[in-house]
């Protein structure tokens, strides 16, 4: 089985909306070696998917906007294991629509690079490996809600990303954001920080 294969696997379990197959088939995986980071960056398993839906149902939040969200996959798992709504937002929308670009395991919505949407309080704003300190802070700057989730490396983690889990630079509002929960998420480098802003 080659690399091609895993993919067409979980394209398949997709289509079906086998999303615990998914899950399940990374830890069974029969192809050694698979780069898993080239489809999602950080794999999640069903207990930190359930550790996002407790954090939201704290604040009565139905639904998580994901900024930066690559192909979904991470938010089709979430959405679907924990029945959260979770819109994705990317940049770069020709491309995405291309016939390069990778499967896409969730509708994205799209935005500008230098236009940042205002994101409404009714919803939880994640970054999961987001790479982009000013873009991260405008975002922040545009959101009205209270609870903000970053995924990312620990400190030994050998991964970069802006913002990390445990330092992240909000910007000017960098005083009115505490972290109050946070799950390393299974046996890997990666955690969730849960970040919530002070009243
Ligand atoms: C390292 S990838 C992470 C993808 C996915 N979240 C994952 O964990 O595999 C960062 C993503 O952020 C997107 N991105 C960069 N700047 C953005 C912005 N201002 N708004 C939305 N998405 C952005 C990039 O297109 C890219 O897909």
């Not at 999602?40 to 550790?51: H, I, N, Q, V």
């Not at 873009?135 to 970053?150: A, D, H, R, T």
Request: with cysteine; hydrophobic share 35%; charged share 20%.
């Amino acid at each position: 089985m080659d690399d091609d294969n895993v993919l067409n696997t979980l394209i398949e379990f997709h289509k079906n909306n086998q999303w615990k197959n998914i899950l399940n088939y990374k830890k069974n995986c029969p192809v050694i070696n698979f780069d898993w980071a080239k489809l999602l960056w950080a794999w999640p398993d069903e207990t930190s998917l359930y550790f996002i839906k407790r954090n939201c149902r704290k604040f009565k939040l139905k639904c998580v906007t994901s900024i930066g969200c690559g192909s979904g996959l991470f938010e089709y798992l979430l959405q679907q294991c924990t029945g959260l709504t979770v819109k994705g937002i990317e940049i770069d929308q020709k491309w995405w629509e291309s016939l390069y670009s990778p499967y896409q395991f969730l509708n994205l919505s799209f935005t500008d690079i230098d236009v940042i949407p205002k994101i409404s309080h009714e919803t939880a704003l994640m970054f999961c490996y987001f790479n982009d300190k000013s873009s991260f802070q405008e975002y922040v700057k545009n959101y009205s809600g209270n609870l903000v989730i970053i995924i990312g490396p620990g400190k030994d983690g050998d991964t970069v990303t802006n913002p990390t889990p445990f330092s992240p630079d909000f910007g000017e509002t960098n005083t009115s954001w505490t972290l109050i929960d946070s799950q390393q998420i299974s046996e890997s480098k990666d955690f969730i920080a849960i970040y919530n802003r002070n009243s």
